[in-house]
């Protein structure tokens, strides 16, 4: 491994700043051991998790109606690299840019950070843009590249952490920032040979100030390192490259600012925002069911971007269709803020065969799942309502 800092990745990295630079030096004198080290540090077994090398989906099969939250050891895993091991006594996240009076910035440990501000908790499903790939290729016959997750690519989460818009103020944002641009302390990432520096996305200014939080906790326990420790960002109901893990820098900016994964990627005619609406069932794919008997099936709904409404079920192919039974306490706890929603169907008798189970959710701003998902190059937001085969028998 080289030990300097080419121009090439010099060039690529304009907006890290000098500490950057230093870290990415560092980088580059990691051990041969521990640059040889798995993606993903936690256990993904085969019963709870599908495997697509340094990403990780959650199987809907495993997920256990009675739990709201997705536990951590549970959570799908989307790394462009691999999980880094970082320190927390010596982990600083540094703020600067002209956004802020003061552009040089200032620095903030864990410590300060939880001594400073308020410590607040926000539940929000987080979800990666890809989420329901596969079914581009299965349902639609229009494969896109990339991870081929099926629909376990997303979990409900409560957060503790502080809000990003009380340490911006402390840091002295400006009236006219726009924007934000989150760097991740990961590897960089190098795509077919070119190198684009640390994993990085900007967002506006305007969504830092309402919802997004600098969170160290997911359900009451530090976060896992691969899920961020110790400290990522968070933007509730937003696609998940929008929740930077591993949170180094924030550079707070008076203009645009941009990195390819707002324009290369996870970009349909401009940077993607708010996740759709999407249902899941809790079985396995082509699960196999008791003939003449009634069976309590049950899956989740969830939006980007409000509550989910209503679910309506079919389970003839999409021919007739019902009112599935919400979960009151999801639907309505403020609790469970931008949570998920779970539901219940009773199947009554199935006759023996194949068949095809459907869930269309709607949330509280009118979205519904389409039948068909609109095609893009990238297969993001597959939203469209996905046959389910089940086997009677
Ligand atoms: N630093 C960094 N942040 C990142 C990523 C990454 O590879 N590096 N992946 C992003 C993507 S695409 C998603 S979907 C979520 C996944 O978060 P999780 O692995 O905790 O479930 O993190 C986002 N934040
Ligand atoms: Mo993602």
């Known amino acids: 491994m080289s030990l300097s800092v ?76 691999r999980t880094p091991q970082i320190d927390p006594a010596t982990y600083r996240l540094r703020l600067h840019g002209d956004g802020l009076r003061r552009p040089e910035g200032v620095s903030l440990g864990l410590d300060e950070l939880r001594r400073r501000f308020r410590v607040v908790e926000l539940t ?45 103020r402390w840091a002295g944002v400006r009236p006219d920032a726009v924007s934000i641009q989150a760097v991740g302390l990961d590897d960089d990432y190098i795509d077919k040979g070119e190198n684009l520096g640390r994993v990085r996305r900007a967002f506006p200014v305007a969504k830092a100030l309402d919802d997004a939080l600098l969170a160290w906790g997911a359900n009451g326990r530090p976060l896992l390192p691969d899920h961020g420790f110790p400290l990522r960002l968070v933007l ?42 999407r249902s899941a069932w809790e079985l396995p794919w082509e699960a196999a069911l008791p003939a003449g008997r009634s069976v309590v099936l049950t899956g989740r709904s969830w939006s ?59 949330d509280r701003l009118g979205r519904t799942q389409p039948d068909v998902a609109a095609a893009n190059p990238n297969g993001y937001f597959f939203d469209a309502v996905v046959r389910h085969p089940v086997v009677v028998g």
């Open 236 to 277: 509730p109901g937003w696609v998940g490259i929008a929740s930077i893990k591993w949170l180094g820098e924030l550079e707070v900016a008076r203009r645009e600012l941009t990195s390819p994964w707002n324009t290369r990627w996870y970009n349909i005619g401009g940077p993607l925002t708010v996740n759709p609406v």
């Open 6 to 81: 080419d121009r090439r990745s010099l060039l690529a990295l304009p907006a890290v700043g000098a500490a950057g630079l230093a870290a990415a030096r560092l980088g580059a004198l990691v051990p041969p051991a521990q640059a040889a080290s798995p993606a993903i540090l936690k256990p993904t077994p085969p019963a709870t998790f599908i495997d697509f090398g340094t990403n990780a989906e959650m199987r809907f099969s495993a997920v256990d109606p009675r739990r709201y939250l997705t536990p951590q050891p549970r959570l799908f895993v989307r790394n462009h690299t």
């Open 124 to 168: 929000s499903v987080h979800e990666c843009t890809g989420n329901g790939r596969s079914f581009f290729a299965t349902q639609q016959g229009t494969p896109a590249p990339g991870t081929q997750w099926t629909l376990g690519a997303v979990g409900t989460v409560r957060w503790q952490g502080v809000r990003l818009r009380d340490v911006l």
């Open 304 to 362: 980007g971007a409000a509550p989910i409404a209503r679910v309506e079920i079919s389970t003839d192919g999409g021919t007739t269709w019902r009112a599935a039974r919400l979960r009151r306490d999801d639907a309505r706890s403020a609790d469970h803020g931008n949570g998920w929603t779970r539901w219940s169907h009773v199947w009554r008798s199935p006759r023996a065969g194949r068949h095809e189970l459907l869930a269309r959710a709607t």
